[in-house]
């Protein structure tokens, strides 16, 4: 299993994955699922990747070397030629077009899932960052400000702290701490989410640097954020009354 | 879609089932998914189902007019003369098998889901209440100790709440009060959950009344619950501190 979170909000862009890996609960590794496509001046792209690891290697090598040519050309296709992230999201969505007709027909002929899904964001030059889920038909959509967050992987568990949480108008390292919440709901349901947490995040504004961090298993501050929670919840569910219609029911 | 909770505690038996279903987003009703299996002073059984409702309300059809005599008996076997709650839940996921080589083996032929899942749960003569999960498969667990809740249907958005908050030694309305957030939970993620949701509290002293009752759509104290649950997890956010790697990045 795996879960990636990206948001793009006023300030910024996002993006988190775990790292585990699991073929059945007596197989799992870790493996890191956020991946820089490029970190230049003029060019930074990432890409979480959640799905068949197999595949997901596949894909983002298959980026990374370049698609083989189009058929009215005889360049190979890399990401660095793309000069819009619609172009790049074109050509991720190809990548894993190209792996499922390969790697991906292969595993379906012995009945293993062979999906993967790919959060895509990023930008270039000085332009607003972008996010895209791509899907593992090779389709994608763009993140637009209507709902701020997109997710893959084992989503539903951290959804509810992210659709009341999340907001447009919040700084970055609010945002951060929102999704580090959903993050802690997920792997408490989940063996298949695990830290280390890898996280990129991107200023809107070029001239601020760019953060890339790992979050291991005993980051204090993840640690404190946890437990906090924990407690914080436990505050708020004493804080509401209890239904009124069972004062009969336990003799109160 | 479906929602359904089956708590099982020192104190008592609550099991909860929303009543929404659809088929598709453009064809979608209310339908009681708590049902009374039987309700007298030796005798109270109370049934959840989820998936199919047409498969649905075929099992439980079989279970309340009875299914066909074993080979080697000439006896309709009927919910009544079960001696167990075990034996009841056989007959259920006996009802569950028939209701799949029927119904379900004509909604398989053209590419429909025919799954159902059951939350059975209840009591014979003055016993404890056990509480059990019918698989689509006619399998089952029973719920013990260790983990006191079974969900079925829409299960992920409201585990999180659970998980944290349910705990084998509350009181049944604190425990109802805790069911009620991870409703609300799931209904503002998933469109497929929405009130009315039907809910039935057996305590475990056999002297105590049974509560059945409906929170309907404008139900005042689930209103509050939800207004004030927004509230509180924004003031517990806002109570962690943000991350304090982020201080260099968003210029504080």
């Known amino acids: 299993m795996t879960y990636c979170i990206g948001l793009l909000l006023n ?3 996002v993006m988190m994955a775990d790292t585990r890996t699991n073929a059945g609960v007596d197989n799992f590794s870790s493996f ?3 991946h820089t496509l490029a970190d230049t ?3 930074q792209i990432f890409a979480c990747t959640s799905g068949s690891l197999s595949m997901s290697q596949a ?3 298959l980026i990374k070397e370049g698609l083989p040519a189009a058929e009215d050309s005889d360049m190979i296709r890399t990401l660095d030629k793309c000069t819009t992230m619609f172009r790049i999201a074109q050509l991720v969505g190809e990548a894993v077009q190209v792996a499922g007709r390969t790697v991906g027909a292969a595993l379906s002929a012995i009945n293993i ?3 993967v899904s790919v959060l895509l964001g990023g930008r270039i030059g000085k332009g607003a960052p ?3 889920l791509v899907y593992s038909a090779g389709n994608f959509i763009e993140c637009k400000s209507e709902a701020p967050f997109l997710q893959i992987g084992e989503t539903k568990y951290g959804k509810p702290i992210l659709d009341r949480g999340i907001d447009l108008a919040m700084p970055l390292d609010e945002a951060v701490k929102v999704a580090f919440l959903s993050y802690d709901s997920a792997m408490r349901s989940n063996l298949g989410v695990a830290r280390p947490i890898d996280m990129m995040v991107m200023p809107r504004d070029p001239k601020l640097p760019l953060l890339l961090r790992r979050i291991e298993s005993d980051d204090d ?4 954020l946890s437990l906090r929670w ?5 505050e708020a569910t004493f804080e509401i009354p209890n239904p009124p219609f069972m004062a009969d029911l336990i003799g109160k």
Chains 1, 2 share one sequence.
């Open 230 to 234: 924990a407690e914080l919840l436990h």
């Open 11 to 13: 300030d910024g862009l």
């Open 32 to 34: 890191k699922k956020l």
């Open 59 to 61: 894909v983002i090598s």
């Open 221 to 224: 501050y993840f640690n404190h």
């Open 41 to 43: 001046p003029g060019r």
């Open 130 to 132: 972008t996010l895209y």
């Open 113 to 115: 899932s062979s999906s």
